[in-house]
């Protein structure tokens, strides 16, 4: 509950350009001790989208990974593996 809780915040914040503190409820999300296999790779994701914003690479590639590695590992297509896959692959 508390991990869609978070993510909601994040959603807000994000929607408001309030990047930081979109970021800050995204990283307390994943950080969560129970988060649900299908939303944990969109909140990679989204840490990502946010990095690539900020024009962050190494952040951007991290959280990509942890995207796939969130999605592979639950077993649930989601799609945010493909999405960050080509979110990392950008030109700089």
């Not at 190494?58 to 960050?84: M, Q």
């Amino acid at each position: 509950m508390r991990f869609r809780l978070h993510v909601g915040y994040a959603r807000a914040f994000r929607n408001r350009d309030k990047l930081a503190e979109a970021r800050a409820q995204l990283r307390a999300a994943v950080a969560e001790r129970v988060r649900p296999p299908d939303l944990l790779p969109w909140a990679y994701a989204n840490l990502a989208m946010l990095a690539d914003k900020e024009g962050d690479r190494t952040a951007v590639v991290g959280y990509a990974k942890a995207a796939i590695t969130a999605e592979t590992s639950a077993g649930v297509d989601v799609g945010a593996a493909a999405f960050v896959a080509a979110l990392a692959a950008k030109p700089r």
